[in-house]
């Protein structure tokens, strides 16, 4: 027996929450389609299946707590009240969630209404990574070790004056070693972290809990409408629903340099920034200034969120180049929350399809920033990069 659980509903990356918050209110009815993928070929241990399938039937008991739901309302006013009487009466249904072992290789698929599957996919990825160390008995380092290198990492980060947010729920070593670096870094007086993506760590540790959307949304728009009105779909709902709050956009679901032809004047103005997710760092941050510029919009008042694969070199990197040019801030995943002297996994879950109302599915890509590595149905991949006209 693994008694590995969740320990509360909000134990979930916070665009999740907001973007159920907006499917909830625009598109109540979609159905949809998420998979595990193993980039990393990790391979698992006998009995895996049945300790997952065990963890994520003890989800079905979470539920959103009266000081939980107070956190919300006060922490987050652009969010629907109605929507948090909905995360009250919210239970994941384990039904939802499909897991088949062959060996050593793991399969994980969620199916079901939008609105209801979207909060499966953070929790599933870090039980699935909790579990790959426990069950395969690999020795971490000592919780003094793990306090010491964040408390490096936090001073290292104040010293170059920059911004951060803790990313790393998805694939933490453990919720415990989440816990210490969180109180790691919340213990450091004159630090520049600014919050968590994990809305119970947020709340737990009394800072902002940080996100707005991911690259899903433009996946569904893209299935929904169309490849060449995903990116202006997308932006427009999310405008819609949120008013010009949570104004960090996505730019690299279908490449950034087609996401900057529809990213207009409006979109520019409205949003506070982009964030940068693959590909160049300091390519994006070129052509994000120049796009700015374009539209006569000082760099300087808007700012870049760098969140991908993030370690201090690369921060500083990023901040010597930008320094001046425009605002910058960070949020680091892995290298805080699975930095215990063992190999971090490689794992994701992607949605890859949208029912359409006859019933067939509409398979989703994703197009980023990384040359060829694009995922998703490989027909479907050359039928966006011939609508989008990309060319690599």
Request: some cysteine; aromatic content about 12%.
């Amino acid at each position: 027996m693994h008694d590995i659980r969740l320990n509360s509903i909000l134990d979930n990356d916070f665009y999740k929450i907001t973007m159920q918050n907006a499917v909830v209110k625009l598109f109540p009815s979609s159905i949809v389609k998420y998979e595990f993928i193993n980039r990393g070929k990790h391979q698992f241990p006998e009995g895996f299946d049945v300790a997952l399938r065990e963890a994520v039937n003890k989800m079905a008991e979470l539920k959103l707590t009266k000081e939980e739901k107070k956190f919300m309302a006060r922490t987050c006013p652009y969010i629907d009240l109605p929507y948090l009487d909905f995360l009250e009466g919210y239970h994941y249904d384990p039904s939802e969630v499909k897991i088949h072992q062959e060996g050593t290789e793991l399969s994980v698929a969620v199916e079901g209404l939008w609105y209801r599957t979207i909060l499966w996919e953070v929790p599933l990825l870090a039980l699935i990574s909790e579990l790959h160390y426990e069950m395969n008995h690999m020795e971490r380092d000592s919780n003094k070790v793990v306090m010491n290198k964040t408390l490096e990492k936090a001073n290292a980060l104040a010293k170059l004056g920059v911004n951060f947010a803790e990313f790393g729920t998805r694939r933490r070593h453990s919720y415990k070693v989440q816990n210490l670096v969180m109180e790691a870094l919340t213990q450091k007086k004159d630090s520049t972290f600014i919050g968590s993506s994990n809305v119970h760590f947020a709340m737990k540790y009394s800072v902002k809990p940080i996100g707005t959307h991911a690259h899903e949304w433009f996946m569904f728009h893209a299935a929904e409408y169309g490849f060449k009105m995903a990116n202006e779909l997308a932006l427009e709902h999310w405008v819609d629903v949120y008013r010009g709050d949570l104004g960090v956009a996505l730019s690299d679901t279908y490449t950034t340099d087609v996401f900057f032809q529809q990213f207009d004047k409006k979109f520019a103005k409205l949003f506070d920034g982009v964030r940068h997710d693959s590909g160049d760092p300091l390519d994006f941050a070129d052509k994000t200034i120049a796009h700015y510029q374009k539209h006569g919009i000082n760099p300087l008042f808007k700012y870049i969120i760098f969140s991908d694969a993030l370690n201090l070199e690369k921060v500083e990197e990023i901040t010597n180049y930008c320094n001046g040019k425009i605002g910058i801030s960070f949020g680091i995943g892995t290298n805080l929350t699975n930095d215990v002297g063992l190999k971090p996994m490689n794992i994701v879950m992607k949605l890859i399809g949208v029912q359409a109302p006859n019933q067939e599915w509409i398979p989703t890509v994703k197009l980023s920033d990384e040359h060829g590595k694009y995922t998703g149905d490989s027909k479907m991949i050359e039928l966006a990069k011939e609508f989008l006209r990309i060319k690599n």
